[in-house]
């Protein structure tokens, strides 16, 4: 099997000179990552994902993030996690191989050079998987 082409580096939203997230994504899911203020349990963050919005926050504040996504996902295979002071937002695609410029509506819009850039990464790595896919067709019917 073809190793995937992983991102090269994730992709970063600032808003009034501060990070709000980190995102990257491959052929099948983005991948948003938070950073998570010390000292707060992790049991206290919540994180719910509907088909197109997605809301981030503490218990009994305000959401921290509280948007609609570029594009629908499954919320059926989409979950969060948290690790090391991180949540890790994973967004299954409703169309996998559809390039994302950006997790959120209208929000960390990749610029254009960057979502060409986005866009042949995941060309290259729909090629892959379908050549790799081919190869153990046609070598299993030898």
């Given at each position: ?5 992983a991102?090269?580096?994730?992709h970063?939203?600032?808003h ?6 980190e ?10 990552y938070i950073e998570?203020p ?6 206290l963050?919540?994180c719910?994902i509907?088909?197109?919005?997605v ?13 609609d996504?570029?594009?629908?996902v499954?919320?059926d ?13 994973t ?10 410029s ?5 929000q960390g819009?990749?610029d254009?050079y960057a979502?060409?850039?986005?866009q042949?990464?995941l060309m290259?790595?729909r090629f892959q998987?379908e050549f790799?896919?081919?190869?153990h ?6």
């Amino acid at each position: 099997m073809a190793e995937k082409l992983a991102p090269e580096k994730r992709h970063t939203f600032v808003h009034n000179g501060q990070k709000v997230f980190e995102w990257d994504q491959t052929l099948e899911e983005v991948n948003m990552y938070i950073e998570l203020p010390k000292g707060v349990p992790t049991k206290l963050f919540h994180c719910t994902i509907q088909a197109s919005h997605v809301e981030v926050g503490i218990r009994g504040n305000p959401p921290y993030l509280n948007h609609d996504l570029t594009h629908p996902v499954k919320t059926d295979s989409s979950f969060w996690t948290i690790e090391d002071g991180e949540m890790h937002i994973t967004l299954q695609k409703r169309e996998n191989g559809k390039t994302w410029s950006s997790p959120i509506q209208g929000q960390g819009i990749l610029d254009p050079y960057a979502a060409d850039q986005e866009q042949k990464r995941l060309m290259l790595q729909r090629f892959q998987e379908e050549f790799s896919n081919s190869g153990h067709l046609y070598m299993n019917t030898i």
